[in-house]
């Protein structure tokens, strides 16, 4: 059995981010999950918890989190999928991982749209989730694309988890799984 790495608290990893959360629970983070099915995912799965909430309900969100950080405690690793940031419950996230004097690590994953060379303004927009948070370090993973002889196609879920793998290993302020530039609807 590995050494126990610490707390992992994901949003997403019950889907297109199963295998990373697999391979860190491997690897001896705890990790928790916070999803509408987490306590379904992560039952029978070694150093996993699920707790159950849809993270545009605020209250929901709110309780899961502090229940997942009950179970796991401080979170020095956090990767987190929202499908929009238009909601209070990414900053949320972002405000309860770490502890004073103990910084944690934010893995923002976000999609190809989020860094289309026409809209330079998104990823910073989206970093701000973390903005003025002295305990919360930012790094965003970028999901693009792949070409192909064929044309364009999405990441595979096990090219996302890889990726995102990849980017905690790395531990760069921006990685890209897969590229974003040629835009492939520009051609």
């Known amino acids: 059995m590995p050494a126990a790495r610490g707390h992992a608290l994901m949003v997403g990893g019950t889907g297109m981010l199963s295998a990373a959360a697999d391979a860190l629970a491997a690897d001896g983070w705890r990790v928790s999950h916070i999803a509408r099915r987490a306590a379904a995912f992560a039952e029978g799965r ?7 909430a849809d993270y545009h309900d605020e209250a929901a969100f709110r309780r899961a989190l502090d229940a997942a950080l009950a179970w796991g405690g401080a979170a020095e690793l956090g990767i987190a999928w929202f499908r929009t940031l238009k909601l209070e419950t990414p900053r949320l996230m972002a405000q309860a991982l770490g502890a ?3 910084p944690a690590r934010l893995f923002q994953v976000v999609g190809s749209r989020t860094a289309h060379p026409d809209h330079p303004d998104r990823l910073p927009r989206a970093a701000a989730v973390a903005e003025g ?15 192909e002889p064929a044309g364009a196609r999405a990441n595979t879920n096990e090219e996302i988890s890889a990726g995102v793998l990849e980017a905690i290993a790395a531990d760069r302020p921006l990685t890209i799984v897969g590229q974003v530039d040629p835009w492939p609807l520009d051609r």
Request: hydrophobic share 35%; glycine share 16%; with cysteine.
């Open 100 to 102: 004073p004097g103990r």
């Open 133 to 147: 948070l002295p305990d919360c370090r930012l790094r965003q993973v970028v999901l693009g694309f792949r070409v």
């Open 46 to 52: 070694e150093g996993q918890a699920g707790f159950d």
